[in-house]
């Protein structure tokens, strides 16, 4: 019989190597081979970066489709001009002009205020170097606080975002730029449903012990840690291809965090590097403009009608390789924290295909269940609650009111609503009432309460204690500081992207790849989703997704799924490229695991963001099954 009163800790510590410190060179070396072999591969497939011999250009066919989209937008501006009201209005449409003003209608329906609109030719070049001095400056911070003083990536933002409403009203009022609409920039959905995620988020872990949350976490746990990695993987792909990449996170990250502090993990970038990257790729599988970070919009803004099956049939390739690609990348980068005691990647395969253990994997499968043993998990029954019934009749309605095209912000808050009244109610009729201070005499006895009299003697009945609120609890738990941080980057990207720099610098880095007909032909597609990747880590992706809307506002079905499957895997590049990636470092910086940094997230994610990139933009190209031709200008 195995005895439960190991020296757990004795055997964990010993099982456990300690981490080796790498060189600088060993740390950014896949980080700068690939970056090389992106320069090289773009070189040669365009003849050269800077002089694109290999561009073709322009047909006759393409110029007679270029005047084509010219007369349709002088449509548009003719519409603006003698109806200034009718993008918001549902009126019947005239056959005249129907077809366009129904394309435009739906367009500005669905991105409503956050329609991109150029308004950088009303800078003066005083405004905007200065906009773009304050905004990269700030976007260094971000990236790297520790560097600077200890304020914290919120403070940062919203102190950022202060500065740059000041200064652009500065600017207006001494004619060097427009007027800042900061209301307008600031995009109300995503923080109503951040803040509802948080809620539900919340409540599905502190409600009961033992209950949703807690069997969640079980059913990732293992002992042996690739296999921990592999499971916190699959569950963050398959999760954000079936809901969105934000709420999985943001549900997730405490789950993994707990399970490295429950296995004494010396490293838990690798398991928060899973959960982080494998939800960026995962969404990009995802269609919906009111999710997914209002990234993958392409049934709203494509001239062409999308369908989501066929947006589906289209991503369903290059993600899932991708989503091989970068697991395949984790286990390779961080063999010695996954594999522990292996010799070589050869050892390493034979361990994931044929079953085999090292040593120390062995004390760690022992380690491991004898803990469980000894804190009673072996014996412990694991029912269900009616508690834990209700968490999961609240997440069951949730994923389906989510899948059928309810608006998600609605949804999450009511989630979260719904079980904070459920656990309020539970503390108030079913949990035991908090003890009161109970004093003791010298001989160990109670001491009864005083009795209170009033003045002619009766005694006064002491009023039950009233119990502490939601408010005074859990809801003090929501990372106000996490909104705080979205709402300064709003404000700062808005007003960058005001100064027309992100439109000039796709200009001038791609060429003659800029214009529309030919950037997502032959070489220029590559050089075209590296140019859109570095636009969504500098500038965001959203803002990217509405300069390309209004510069390409016919751009064919195919061209829209090389933006939005590049502007989605973009989120891995960097620590500010994703806001899943914020979300990440900041529910694990919560409980103080502090390991998630832009520096250790950088060597890993520019390898595997450029690998994953390449490799599906042409898996696309090959696979996609949207038109490269509009349908409904009838140019296929």
Partial sequence: ?????????????????????????????????????????????????????????????????????????????????????????????????????????????????????????????????????????????????????????????????????????????????????????????????????????????????????????????????????????????????????????????????????????????????????????????????????????????????????????????????????????????????????????????GIMFMGRKTPEMLAQERSYYASRASVGHMVEASGWSIWSVVQSVVVICFLIFFAGGYDVCVVSITAGCVLMVAASYKRQHYDPRPQADVRYDDNGEPIPPKKLYDLDGNEITPEDEELITESETTLTEVDYGLLMLFIGQFLLIGSFDDTGVPQGFFAATMGKCAAREVMTTGGCVYWFVVIITILSNVASNVPVCQMLAATFPFATPYQWMQVSFSATIAGNLTMLGSAANMIVAFQAAKVGDRTFTSERHAPFGIPSTLGCLFIGTWLLSVFAVSPDCSVRKDTC
């Fill in 1 to 349: 019989m195995i005895s439960t009163s190991l020296d757990v800790e004795a055997v964990h510590d010993a099982v456990l190597p300690q981490p080796k410190n790498n060189s600088a060179l060993r740390t950014w070396a896949p980080a700068l081979v690939a970056v090389g072999a992106a320069i090289a591969v773009n070189s040669v497939l365009m003849g050269g970066i800077m002089s694109q011999t290999k561009v073709p250009g322009l047909t006759q066919e393409h110029l007679a489709e270029r005047e084509q989209e010219h007369a349709l937008m002088d449509q548009v501006r003719a519409l603006e001009i003698s109806d200034p009201t009718w993008k918001p209005t549902s009126r019947r449409m005239s056959d005249k002009s129907g077809d366009l003003l129904e394309y435009t209608r739906r367009r500005h329906r669905l991105l409503t205020n956050y329609l991109h609109e150029d308004v950088s030719d009303q800078f003066s070049a005083f405004g905007k170097i200065l906009i773009s001095v304050i905004y990269f400056a700030f976007w260094v911070f971000l990236m790297f606080p520790n560097w600077f003083l200890p304020i914290g990536r919120p403070g940062i933002a919203l102190g950022g975002g202060m500065m740059m409403v000041v200064v652009r009203y500065v600017l207006q009022i001494t004619n060097n730029g427009p007027f800042f609409d900061a209301e307008k920039v600031i995009i109300m959905e995503p923080l109503m449903l951040l803040f509802g995620l948080m809620l539900t988020t919340i409540y599905l872990e502190k409600m009961e012990r033992g209950g949703l949350f807690d069997k969640l976490r079980d059913s990732l746990d293992d002992p042996i840690n690739w296999k921990r990695s592999a499971k916190i993987m699959i569950m963050s792909t398959i999760g954000s291809a079936a809901v969105m990449n934000d709420s999985v996170v943001l549900i997730f990250s405490g789950v993994v965090v707990d399970l490295c502090v429950r296995h004494k993990v010396a490293n838990s970038l690798p398991y928060l590097l899973s959960l982080a990257t494998t939800a960026n790729i995962g969404s990009a599988a995802y269609n919906d403009w009111k999710s997914s970070k209002y990234l993958n919009c392409v049934s709203g803004i494509s001239y062409d009608t999308i369908t989501w099956f066929e947006f589906a049939t289209n991503m369903i390739v290059p993600v899932t390789v991708a989503t091989i690609i970068n697991f395949a990348m984790m286990l390779a980068y961080y063999r010695q924290e996954l594999f522990p005691g292996s010799a070589g990647i050869g050892e390493d395969l």
